[in-house]
């Protein structure tokens, strides 16, 4: 299984994407500002993490006690995880999705995060390795 997410706005405090699984949009997201990593150095809490393709490991989230879709290996991250939220504040590095219908906010994010797990549930059943390609 591939999640997608195509950064479309980088704004100066938040980015807004489009993240699609195998090819299907599912929802929006909302991450940090974006950096580029050749220039800029990163600020703890409020750096998008750098573009490329990611592992996803299902792995108990001390913060949500459940188990989270977490990026495996993102270059100066740890915890890099994609969950619920709705303001840049919801997020320190991680992936926030739901639907971008307000500037700099998603909403209806518990409704996003459930669809994302349904495919997460499905991956997991049938043994597909799970990757997240930003870009």
């Known amino acids: 299984m591939e999640i997608t997410i195509t950064r479309i706005a980088k704004k100066a405090d938040y980015t807004i994407g ?15 500002h974006c950096i580029d990593w050749n220039k800029d150095e990163k600020v703890k809490g409020k750096t998008a993490i750098p573009e490329g393709r990611y592992r996803i490991m299902m792995k108990m989230s001390s913060k949500f ?20 939220g709705n303001t840049p504040k919801n997020t320190q590095g ?42």
């Open 94 to 135: 991680c992936i926030i999705v739901g639907y971008n219908t307000i500037r700099g906010l998603v909403l209806r994010s518990r409704q996003a995060m459930e669809s994302i797990q349904d495919y997460l549930d499905t991956a997991i059943e049938t043994k597909q390795e799970i990757w997240c390609v930003i870009k």
């Open 18 to 32: 489009r993240l699609t699984i195998n090819g299907h949009r599912i929802c929006d997201t909302l991450e940090p």
């Open 65 to 84: 006690e459940k188990q989270m879709p977490f990026l495996m290996d993102v270059p100066h991250f740890k915890g890099v995880m994609i969950h619920q």
